[in-house]
Each structure stands twice: as C-alpha cells, then as structure tokens.
C-alpha cells in the first residue's frame, strides 16, 4: 500500500502521481472548500482591462464591515488571499516570539521561522498569539482568553462564515484574518482580508503594495458579501450536507470528532489505509502525521460527487 501525506489539501498533480489518473479525473475532497460556489454572474470588461479603483475597494471594505460587524475602530485591509497577509504579517510585526495553538494549520508558524521568529519556544514570553477560529482541522473554537498570554493576537477565521461568531470585537489588540475563498467556494479568486487597527492596516498595505486585490475579485466580493439570503441558504445547507457525511462515513466504521460544515474530522483507526482507498476510487483526501487515526473529508457537491464517495466506502 502507498503511504501517503501531505501538508495541505488540494495537491492534485501528487496524488495523480501516486495512485495515477488525470487531476481533473479526480474528486478533491482535501480542502474546506464549499464544493457549490457562489454564483459569480457576469463580470464588467471594466473589471477585466482597467486598474481596481478606490470606489471597487472601498464597497468590498463596507460589505465586509456590514456582514462581520467590524468595530468602528478597525480598518479592513483587502488582499490576494489570506495567505499573503499570513505571509506577510510577521515582516510587519515588532517582535521575536510567537506563539501558535497547535495543532493547527502550518502556513503561521511557517511564515514566523522564515521570518527569524522563534516560535512555540518555552523558555520566552511570546510577543504575539496566533490561533485559528473554528480550528483545522478539528474544527475547535477558541475563546477570548485563549489569547491573554501575549500583548497581540493574531485570529484566523477563515472558515467562521459557516456561521460562528467572530471575535473580530474583542477588546485587546488583535488581528483577524478571512477568507473570500472557503465559504463561498471561489477559492481561484484569491482574496481574503485582515481586519485591525489602523497602524497595523497601514503596515499591511505598504508590505501588500498597490492593487492587492483584482478588480473581477472586488467585483464579486462586493456583490457576494451582501447577499444574506445566499449565506443564510448555504449555511442550512452545508449543515444538512454535513449531517449526512457523518452518517455515511460513521456507517462505515469512522468517528466524528470535529469539523467545521466545510470539512470534517474523522478518526479512523488508521487514517492513511482510508486515504489510499479513496486515492484508487480517484477521491482526495487529507491525513496527518501527527495523528495517524484521522482523516479530513471536505464536502463532496450534493448529487454524484456525493453517490460517489458512497460507493467508494462501500
């Protein structure tokens, strides 16, 4: 049997290459990512040929301030994913340690040792917290004093829009990160955000540069960030989809032990003997090394995606 793993979900040339097959024959089930994306509609040439202005901005900016009741004290700071802020945030920041609540996703330590942070180091007080809201993968909750132990907060709540309460208001210094990509499946449109104070929003778009988002991703964003009723629909549905994986897999032998709607968290007794069963049936999905037991499911599309999966754990 292959042995398999892999940092992050969405490696689709190395599962092609492990188990065979195109990448497009194959169902990625490795990433949180809402498999019924949000319908993104005609798109202005305008937005295709000329340079994002100030006004495309500033309506992404007021949307994201409506739908994350974003603290009149915060500045919202538009970039290409929220990979590049993660990126970028510790080229900014004053300090020397970090501290990450781990297990959690690798990209915030990572972009902290490259940058010459110490991270997750005992012997130092930490400058900076980071924590991931819901978590991933466990899909754990974190709570305001989850970060008392360092004078800033960094909150990625990058799948929080599947209906969990941000903590985008709590009042200590604190960034919080989203994501454009998971909730409303347009993860290709590479836009996220980071909500917090002016000087440190300042900081970030002078690392980001001009034009850090595009003008078809603040076409889109704009519209999709205000349409309550589309969110309001995809969380009932994601949920009701959720449901119905963890019964499936559940019949099959697993155990729910976490998750968010976008994905979910299964031990398994041995994680990578059900990835490279899936892998022969052309289905993607993520193990960890540091918990051999588990597999993360993202949702498979309602319909064939999901009678697919089904025959496949049969």
């Known amino acids: 049997m292959v042995q398999v793993s892999h940092l992050h979900g969405g490696d689709l040339m190395r599962a092609s290459a492990l188990f065979g097959g195109e990448p497009g024959a194959w169902l990625d089930l490795s990433t949180g990512i809402n498999p019924v994306a949000y319908p993104v509609g005609d798109i202005p040439p305008a937005a295709w040929t000329a340079l994002p202005d100030t006004p495309a901005y500033q309506a992404v900016i007021d949307a994201a301030r409506t739908l994350w009741h974003v603290p009149s004290g915060k500045d919202v700071v ?81 799948f929080a829009d599947v209906g969990v309460d941000s903590l985008a208001a709590m009042p200590r210094p604190a960034i919080v990160l989203k994501s454009f990509g998971k909730f409303w499946g347009l993860a290709g449109v590479r836009l996220g955000f980071a909500i917090c104070d002016p000087d440190h929003a300042e900081a970030l778009r002078q690392a ?77 999905t993520r193990t960890f090394d540091y918990a051999p037991g588990w597999l993360r499911i993202g949702l498979p599309a309602p319909g064939e995606d999901f009678e697919r999966l089904k025959r496949a754990l049969a």
């Open 208 to 284: 980001l540069g001009p034009w850090h988002a595009s003008g078809p991703a603040l076409h889109i964003a704009a519209r999709a960030l205000s349409d309550l009723d589309w969110i309001a629909q995809t969380r009932r549905r994601l949920q009701q989809d959720a449901d119905r994986l963890d019964q499936l897999v559940e019949t099959c032998g697993g155990r729910c032990i976490g998750g968010t709607t976008l994905f979910r968290l299964y031990d398994v007794r041995d994680g990578r003997a059900w990835q490279a069963k899936l892998a022969h049936h052309r289905i993607w």
């Open 78 to 158: 538009l970039a290409s994913g929220a990979s590049a802020i993660i990126a970028a945030l510790p080229r900014i920041l004053s300090g020397k340690t970090v501290r990450v609540l781990e297990p959690t996703y690798s990209e915030h330590a990572k972009a902290f040792a490259q940058a010459g942070w110490l991270v997750n180091d005992p012997g130092n007080a930490s400058d900076v917290i980071v924590g991931v809201h819901p978590n991933n993968p466990d899909g754990a909750l974190r709570q305001e004093n989850d970060f008392e132990s360092a004078p800033l907060a960094i909150v990625d709540e990058s």
